[in-house]
């Protein structure tokens, strides 16, 4: 598949716009939580990977391999910093403004990695990204879940598949 046929097929903002409507389904979003948690996993990550199997977009482990790697310096450097340092300002009053800011400023960071992620799709080779005939959400959370070397049940991986797809 080309890049132009991708870059029709799959665009950041459809993606951001659906990750935030998915975002307010509390069940979801509590698992997804649970996951960053318990797991270290990247909530935008695996809503991308269910994203794309919606869209019945295989993603190969090279492929969600090459996202990850993109993202870390991001990740590592931005997001991550910005979230604890919100996280530490919880339930201090004097920096309950500044606290709110940072959580804009943390959002604005994370569609900026969505852009990231949407520039390496673009990037990936034809084999690393294939359009099937069919839902891929699951087999794109396993992909995700492996490559992090993550040990989430394949129940749990079943459980939030049912929770992205359609």
């Not at 990695?113 to 069919?134: G, K, N, R």
């Not at 993550?150 to 991986?157: A, E, G, H, K, L």
Request: with cysteine.
């Amino acid at each position: 598949m080309t890049a132009s046929v991708i870059s029709e097929e799959l665009n950041v903002e459809d993606f951001w716009a659906w990750a935030v409507m998915q975002w307010s389904d509390s069940i979801l979003s509590a698992e997804m939580m649970a996951l960053q948690d318990e797991h270290q996993c990247v909530v935008l990550e695996l809503l991308l990977m269910g994203w794309l199997g919606r869209k019945n977009f295989a993603l190969s482990t090279a492929g969600h391999l090459e996202l990850v790697a993109t993202a870390a310096p991001w990740l590592d450097d931005v997001v991550i910093p910005l979230r604890a340092t919100r996280h530490r300002w919880r339930g201090v009053q004097v920096l309950a403004s500044q606290r709110e800011q940072l959580q804009q400023l943390e959002l604005k960071c994370e569609y900026a990695l969505a852009e990231l992620y949407f520039e390496t799709l673009l990037a990936l080779e034809p084999s690393d990204l294939v359009l099937t005939q069919e839902n891929r959400v699951i087999d794109n959370l396993v992909i995700a879940f492996a490559s992090s070397g993550s040990t989430v049940s394949p129940q749990r991986i079943e459980g939030l598949g049912t929770l992205l797809s359609p």
